[in-house]
């Protein structure tokens, strides 16, 4: 289980845990898989070879309608809103050190689903993903500055959080209480957090902000290794502690925000992927946590589009009801 | 500051009655409209938030004493997620309609899912149980709220109602309400007040607790049985109150330190003083409409609860 | 050659200071054992040492150089703190932990040169821990655990080691490996050694320099056998005691007269 694998080249030295390596191999595979099926399957079925041909640009004309311009954006967005809230996940559990921290329990999520409810149910204005990226990022502001004090703790962090997601989320139940129902009705699918119709508008802004933030969190990943040993530890060993918090934690807040924008409030994915991932790699991963995440939300949604089309469960059910299960199975492993 | 929130809650409404004449609806009754407003909506929605307050700073009380948590609260078992699933599914499908009629269905829920959770949390032999049961009452949260939405994503008529029932509201509950918890609140309350000395001597750490001859985990599951009559009693009569639990024994621990035999009915009395209170404040901010005494809690809860724990000593459990 | 130095050093956390004033010069390649009662402020001077708390007045000098305007990694690179019980992350190896202090080493591009290997695999032997490297931290006894961090303070490959309380945890034997352990790095290794010690006759066997702190300040300093005596452990710990020649090592040795049981002593 301690296996490690060390690759150098030149001045350059990498080092994985083997365990860790192959399970992060394996989640990968398995989303490209997941991307291939959710491309593949649905009304109009396509062979996983043709959805291949196609993406390498080798399609029909009806193929490459069904596989560029709706089905893909929406496998894409699934398994970026994933990835990303797998990421914030482990952040917020790393950083402030607590097995229930993450970006719903501290309110980021509730902060930008607040704003986009009150945008669907009060106004007639088409800017929800703006309001819901505003929202969030009001919210990873306001926490941080109310729980600062010389410093940002982790215990008090969560605890600010808990006053902030609660004010948050009890705005959301009045505005729910305040409009027509209709109006509830749509600002309800946008919480519970649904892919229908996301098209490359939703990629886009996901797939920049993905590609740039998990990298810098990757680099900064060591540094979250070395904060688990408590901020004494890390910063005799040379880490600026609170300056590497406020980038890490800055950097869920805006995956957070991101997610939320594309798909609404899916909760449980950011909470649930980092345990599930630390438990098959047996260490702190990001990757095997964006993965999982990924894995999670890509199922969620193809067994949504076809357990009874034509309705589609929204992805927000599923991704609890699918993981809720394994991850009580892990629980009970564990002690054994 | 009791009996002042009481007076208050029976006097002032969207429509107002002089404290004189709310004493007088009792002792000369006269049949007037003030009168009956007073004896037949107000005494029973008083007595509910009574009862759902205390009811509510016991369990969270409680709670984070026996798991030695700060966050511990009502919520935490997946006890109002059960509840809110029960409702949902007594509007959606049995067609239930009326506020006092869901209370027995989420007096169910509560308790099928607490003892769900506690079935698989509490077998843990080794490590800390409070961390192992959080996770599961979670999860298991998650996994109903899921469900919950499953339905309410469908079923319009539903969420239509089911709207108001979620933020928490102790308006339109008539006598009945009451008395289908009292015994349920009561007999919780009971075994909060006899609990104050094991959990003194839990917070000292569980080895501590077993050397001082203290029996853990019979403790723990003689407070958590308390902790789901509770926190079960209050979903099931107001709905998913949020705050109150968590916030209310953190002020009752300033006050009257770290003893929990009194940490205990100090978080009885705020937590009703603070629920009639808000209600009252629910009725005057957007008068002649009502907010859910669920939404005032947090909106005034919230920044308290902020404040509390920007202090420079955070209290340590 | 690291130097270390207080000069004037006052800490606070918002009341009174802990720390009052505070001259100090640590010597290099020697051991320096910090002594007081307990809240005189001993460990809190160790932390305002390794820059982990900004002082309220005066400075604190690494090789010269005021320590809060080098970078962390500079510093780190320097000098090494080990914490009196510091926590680690569920599941954690001791390999891992160990692993952990190149941490000041490394680079994104440059994480497990072959220095890293070689300095993980000296710390884990050096500290008897290379048997248990592949167990859980959280698995392992309280000594061990120990051990294991040392590991990691010592895998940082400081020239300078500060450490509050190294002993604690650990039975007698245990204690005197560790200390035994740091002796040979300073007399082979040329490292530089500060500790913050309870026992103040460990602290006489293994310091070069002794360092009395009360009531914020530095009482006294220097060998242990010039300066340690009757009216030193009277003052330092408010305590009675006999201070005599130890039969072993010839270092000053304390015998507390107790106010009960010490009928013989009297006599």
Redesign the interface.
């Known amino acids: 289980m301690s296996q490690r694998i060390t690759v150098r080249a030149g001045g350059v030295s990498l080092r994985f845990h083997a365990r860790s390596a192959a399970v992060t191999t394996a989640l990968f595979v398995a989303m490209l898989a997941g991307l291939v099926a959710s491309v593949a399957v649905g009304e109009f079925a396509i062979p996983p070879a043709d959805v291949v041909n196609t993406l390498v640009g080798a399609g029909d004309q009806a193929t490459n309608f069904v596989v560029l311009d709706l089905r893909l954006p929406r496998a894409l967005t699934g398994l970026l809103v994933g990835a990303a809230l797998g990421v914030a996940g482990a952040i917020f559990q790393d950083v402030t050190r607590n ?2 921290a993450s970006p719903d329990v501290v309110g980021i999520a509730s902060g930008g689903s607040l704003a986009a409810v009150a945008l669907i149910v009060f106004t007639e204005v088409e800017a929800v993903p703006l309001a819901a990226l505003a929202g969030s990022l009001t919210a990873g502001a306001l926490l941080y500055v ?2 600062w ?1 010389g410093g940002v703790q982790g ?2 962090l ?3 959080g ?3 997601a ?2 948050a ?2 705005g959301i ?2 505005v ?2 305040r409009g027509r ?1 209709f109006e ?2 749509t600002a ?2 946008w919480l ?1 957090g649904s892919l229908n119709g996301r098209s490359w508008d939703q990629v886009w802004p996901l797939a920049v902000g993905v590609g740039v933030l998990v990298p810098v969190i990757l680099a900064l990943s060591r540094r979250v290794a070395v904060l688990g040993l408590g901020d004494d530890v890390a910063r005799s060993l040379g880490v600026g502690v609170e300056r590497s918090r406020l980038l890490l934690l800055g950097a869920a807040v805006l995956l957070t925000g991101l997610a939320v924008s594309a798909a609404g409030m899916v ?2 994915v950011a ?2 992927a980092p ?1 599930i991932a630390r438990r098959l790699t047996r260490s702190t991963s990001m990757l095997a946590a964006a993965g999982c995440g990924a894995v999670l939300v890509l199922s969620a949604d193809l067994i949504g589009r076809t357990l009874s089309p034509p ?1 589609e ?2 992805v ?6 699918i993981a ?2 394994y ?2 199975l892990l ?2 492993r564990a ?1 054994a | 500051m009791l009996a002042f929130s009481v007076l208050a809650s029976l006097a002032i409404g969207s429509k107002s009655v002089p404290f004189a004449e709310v004493i007088r609806a009792f002792t000369a009754y006269d049949g007037s409209d003030a009168h009956a407003i007073v004896r037949d909506l107000r005494v029973p929605r008083t007595e509910v938030g009574l009862l759902v307050g205390a009811a509510l700073g016991a369990a969270g009380a409680l709670m984070q004493g026996a798991t030695r948590n ?2 511990a609260e009502p919520g935490i078992l997946g006890i109002n997620a059960g509840a809110s699933f029960a409702v949902v599914l007594a509007i959606s499908v049995l067609n239930v309609g009326s506020t006092p009629a869901y209370t027995g269905f989420a007096l169910a829920g509560a308790a099928i899912v607490a003892i769900a959770v506690f079935a ?2 509490a ?5 800390p149980a409070g ?2 049961l ?3 009452g ?3 949260a ?2 109903l ?3 919950t ?2 339905v ?3 079923d ?1 008529r539903t ?2 109602e089911f ?2 029932w ?2 928490g509201s102790i308006g339109g509950r008539d006598g009945s309400v009451a008395l289908t918890v009292l015994p349920v609140i009561a007999a919780g309350l009971v075994i909060a007040f006899a609990a104050g000395h094991s959990l003194n001597t839990l917070a000292l750490g569980d080895e501590v607790a077993r050397s001082l001859g203290q029996h853990v985990g019979r403790t723990r599951a003689a407070v958590s049985l308390g902790f789901v009559l509770l926190a079960g009693g209050a979903v099931a009569a107001a709905g998913p109150v ?2 109150v639990g ?1 916030a209310v024994p953190h002020v009752a621990r300033i006050l009257a330190g770290p003893d929990y035999r009194w940490i205990v009915p100090y978080s009885v009395l705020l937590g009703a003083v603070l629920l009639l209170a808000a209600d009252v404040v629910g009725r005057v901010l957007v008068r002649p409409a009502e ?2 005494v ?2 005032v809690t ?2 005034v ?3 308290f ?2 404040w509390l ?2 202090r ?1 000593k ?1 209290v340590a459990l | 050659m690291s130097s270390l130095e207080a000069r004037d050093l006052r800490v606070g956390y ?1 009341g009174p200071d802990v720390v009052a004033g505070l001259d100090l010069v640590i010597r290099p390649e020697q051991i320096t054992a910090i002594v007081g009662a307990n809240g005189c402020g001993k460990s809190t001077l160790l932390r305002a040492l390794a820059r982990l708390i900004t002082p309220t007045g005066g400075s604190v000098l690494l090789d010269g150089q005021e320590i809060r305007t080098l970078s962390s990694k500079a510093v780190a690179k320097r000098l090494g703190l080990l914490p009196q019980s510091p926590t680690a992350p569920e599941n954690l190896t001791v390999e891992d932990l160990v692993a952990r202090g190149r941490y000041p080493h490394q680079g994104l591009f440059r994480q497990w040169s072959p220095t890293d290997e070689q300095a993980v695999e000296e710390a884990l032997a050096a500290t008897a821990t290379t048997d248990l490297r592949a167990r859980p931290l959280d698995e392992l006894s309280g000594g061990q655990r120990q051990r294991a961090w040392i590991a990691m303070a010592l895998a940082q490959q400081t020239e300078l080691l500060l450490l509050d309380e190294p002993t604690t945890y650990l039975d007698l034997a245990h204690q005197i490996d560790v200390l035994d352990l740091l002796d040979g790095l300073v007399a082979e290794r040329g490292r530089t050694v500060v500790m913050v010690l309870h026992d103040i006759n460990q602290a006489c066997r293994y310091a070069d320099q002794l360092v009395a702190v009360r009531d914020g300040r530095v009482h006294a300093a220097g060998a242990p056998g010039e300066i340690v005596d009757d009216r030193f452990i009277g003052d330092v710990f408010g305590l009675e005691a006999r201070v005599v020649e130890d039969p072993v090592t010839g270092t000053p040795l304390c015998l507390p007269i107790a106010q009960r049981r010490s009928t013989r002593c009297a006599s």
């Open positions: 097995p229930l109310l729980a004090r215990f008090r969560v605890l600010v808990i006053g902030v609660a004010f989320n009890a139940s009045y729910l209480t129902i509830v009705e309800y699918v519970v909760s449980f909470f649930v345990h309705t469960i929204p927000g059910i599923l991704t609890s009801i809720a299960p991850f009580l629980l009970r002690r | 700060a966050l698989l949390g077998t843990t032999r080794k490590g961390v192992t959080a996770l599961a979670s999860v298991m998650a996994l709220i899921a469900l939405s499953a309410l994503v469908f319009a969420l239509d709207r108001f979620i933020v949020a705050f968590l907010m859910g669920g939404i947090v909106l809860g919230a920044p609860f902020v724990v920007r420079p955070l | 918002g």
